[in-house]
């Protein structure tokens, strides 16, 4: 999902105790002054996770017919691996989204069909297990673009490949998030083997555009919505191990703004219809400079603190409960670590640890994606473009709406005369958060208690997920959750592991479905 998994490593290896406050300098924008807000936690004290005791229940037979099946189950994955179905492209859309469809018809799903909407389709799926609870189950069968030249194996070809933690996947949504997801269906597959039917009705909720910001999932929630909301909880599965074996849980998102903004020329200036000589800038306007001084003009000179007015006002500052959650992983802290992660060599203002979390979970973003203009091949081609754009993003904390976000965007472009400035919004939902004492959150970290001795509850992370139409649409508790290791979201080689080495702490593929099995009988018990 978006940047999902590369922001839970950043939020829980950056957490801290307390906030150790840095001078900002303001900046002053129309008069007035304008500066990123300063936030402080609560308390000193920590959650405490081991008073949650562990799952105790055992569910050998089905454990067993995991065991016995892995290599089948491992294919599952690398079918589901192997169907592109890259969203922003839409290429293989429509077939993943009858593999999704047909699989769930297969493992017994009485309702299994494809959902109309104004983009790529949803896919419902309804397993009725005769039982007092139901569990809706989010999933996302769409992924992010590749350049297959910068991988080490072909994207879309699922090869199981040496890695320093043991034999992984190397494939586009190995673990954003077909791999955990597929796994899921494999747990539910093993329980209705041996079991000849599950202890909970199953609701499937599937999206083709999470890698677009999810613009039509809304319709999809809306058309089961009378049903969905007499669940119980819902259920994400996800990779939610470190390298080193230990566990972070999230328990929500940012939201997030996504909009596209593009200068042509016109009345104001710059040319109109197409490219004309480069010689001409020196009496025509250039569409592309007006673009760069437009975004410019949004940010401080380094390009972190936006200077929109009003854009920080709402933001809920650290909760009680919130800062319990954030002093409970301060042993998990490891800024170096991440960094190297990343491949980035400091954080912004060169904070660490308690000042990085803060910055990470409670601030805004505006960030640019990509940007393009005029020619940009091989040699020389003296051009002046009449049109640029630019993709920009911004990550939401609690308290700020997306539609409120654009339209102070929009007002402070006009008034600062970039008026000719387009900007079209291709997505954007509000912040999700569910609280660590809901029964299904402490059903979920009673079975990471019994598979890891360390665990690490995060109140959110910075990325983003439609997760507010569960949380805030229909009112249930949203629970993210599974075993595993991967990386490389939205980047090349992403991997998940399916086979760890001696001694390492992460889980591998049998154990991630064995975790699946005891989440869905613990969430129901």
Request: charged share 20%; proline share 7%.
């Amino acid at each position: 999902m978006k940047a999902l998994n590369a922001m839970l490593y950043c939020s829980v290896f950056a957490i801290s105790l307390l906030l150790a406050g840095c001078t900002r300098p303001p900046e002053v924008v129309d008069g007035a002054t304008v500066s990123r807000p300063e936030f402080s936690l609560t308390t000193s004290e920590a959650y405490d996770l081991e008073a949650i005791p562990a799952y105790a229940d055992n569910h050998a037979a089905v454990y067993e017919y995991i065991d016995e099946n892995l290599d089948a189950h491992l294919a599952a994955i690398q079918r589901w691996l192997r169907q592109p179905s890259i969203s922003a492209q839409n290429i293989g859309i429509a077939d993943m989204a009858g593999m999704l469809r047909d699989d769930l018809a297969n493992l017994g799903f009485a309702e299994a069909e494809l959902v109309p909407t104004d983009g790529h389709p949803g896919v419902w799926g309804y397993y009725d297990a005769g039982a007092p609870k139901t569990l809706v189950v989010y999933l996302m069968y769409d992924v992010q673009p590749v350049n297959p030249d910068d991988w080490d194996s072909p994207p879309f070809e699922a090869n199981l490949v040496d890695h320093e933690l043991g034999r992984v996947l190397m494939a586009r949504g190995a673990t954003n998030q077909k791999g955990p997801q597929r796994a899921f269906l494999n747990a539910l597959d093993s329980i209705i083997a041996v079991e000849g039917n599950l202890p909970v009705n199953i609701m499937v909720a599937a999206e083709g555009e999470e890698e677009l910001g999810s613009p039509h999932y809304y319709q999809i929630i809306q058309r089961y919505k009378d049903r969905l909301m007499n669940a119980d909880a819902a259920l994400f599965p996800f990779n939610s191990q470190r390298p080193d074996g230990a566990i972070s849980v999230i328990l929500g998102v940012k939201g997030i703004l996504y909009v596209e903004m593009s200068s042509t020329g016109g009345g104001w200036g710059g040319p109109a219809n197409a490219e004309i000589h480069g010689s001409y800038k020196a009496i025509v306007d250039s569409p592309v400079w007006r673009l760069i001084k437009a975004l410019d003009s949004l940010t401080s000179p380094d390009g972190n603190t936006v200077l929109v007015p009003g854009y920080y006002d709402g933001i809920i500052p650290p909760t009680e409960e919130e800062s319990l959650l954030i002093n409970a992983g301060i042993e998990q802290r490891n800024d170096v670590q991440q960094q190297e992660l990343l491949g980035v060599s400091r954080w912004i203002d060169d904070k660490l640890g308690n000042d990085a979390v803060i910055e990470l979970l409670y601030q805004p973003t505006l960030n640019i994606d990509g940007i393009w203009a005029g020619y940009t091949g091989e040699g020389v081609k003296t051009i002046l473009p009449h049109t640029a754009a630019a993709k920009v993003d911004s990550r939401l904390p609690p308290g700020l709406d997306p539609d409120e976000a654009l339209r102070k965007i929009r007002a402070f472009l006009d008034d600062n005369g970039f008026d000719d400035i387009e900007i079209k919004k291709l997505g954007g939902y509000p912040a999700s958060q569910t609280s660590v004492s809901e029964a299904e959150v402490q059903a979920a970290l009673s079975v990471f208690r019994k598979y890891a001795s360390s665990v690490v509850v995060q109140p959110r992370i910075a990325g983003s997920a439609p997760f507010y139409q569960f949380t805030e649409v229909l009112g249930l508790p949203l629970v993210p959750a599974g075993l595993g290791f991967g990386t490389g979201a939205h980047a090349p080689n992403e991997i998940m592991l399916i086979e760890p080495k001696a001694g390492v702490g992460v889980a591998g593929l049998a154990d991630i479905e064995k975790a699946y099995v005891d989440f869905v009988y613990a969430l129901v018990e």
